[in-house]
């Protein structure tokens, strides 16, 4: 009897010393340093592009690129607006704001879908639409002879992607077959 209850003492003492030795090697671990989530771009540092896809003037396949030395981020989805219209584009998929990193030197991609369908009755024509990479940032401005649409661009019911590592990735999220030749 009294060897089962040194062996239960010994293994009671023993469980309960394993969460202290846990705990003091943990704490005597030599601590890391905590990297910091990078701050929002600097707009000086980001640099858009925007163009029509060369068969479809209704798709618009829009680009930024961080031009600094440091990662930083962007909201994950481009703010697209229309001329005069109030809106803007919508996300595909749906969902609110949040950041998307952007290492230095790298490049993130988005799809626009300006019109479903340019013969609808509804469509509505404006001269320039306005890509912003982040909403409290006002955007750069984008004829629609500058991106290689017409004169006009044809707008109704828009919808953007979130940013993509990719320009393959981002017209697949809308369901388009990527082509090789992205206009920009």
Do not use: K
């Amino acid at each position: 009897m009294r060897f089962r209850t040194t062996t239960a003492l010994r293994t009671v003492t023993a469980v309960c010393a394993a969460p202290a030795a846990a705990a003091a090697l943990l704490l005597s671990a030599p601590q890391s340093r905590a990297v910091a989530a990078p701050g929002p771009c600097p707009a000086g540092v980001l640099a858009l592009r925007a163009a029509a896809a060369p068969a479809d003037a209704s798709v618009v396949r829009v680009r930024v690129t961080n031009r600094g030395v440091r990662a930083c981020t962007v909201d994950r989805v481009p703010t697209v607006t229309f001329g005069d219209l109030d809106g803007a584009a919508l996300p595909v998929p749906a969902g609110g704001s949040g950041p998307y990193r952007l290492g230095p030197g790298r490049t993130a991609y988005a799809t626009v879908r300006t019109v479903a369908d340019p013969a609808d009755p509804q469509v509505r024509r404006v001269d320039a639409l306005t890509v912003s990479a982040d909403s409290a940032d006002p955007g750069r401005t984008f004829t629609a002879a500058r991106l290689g649409a017409g004169d006009v661009i044809r707008v109704w019911e828009p919808v953007t992607t979130w940013w993509h590592r990719t320009q393959a990735a981002a017209d697949r999220a809308l369901g388009l077959q990527p082509s090789t030749t992205s206009g920009l």
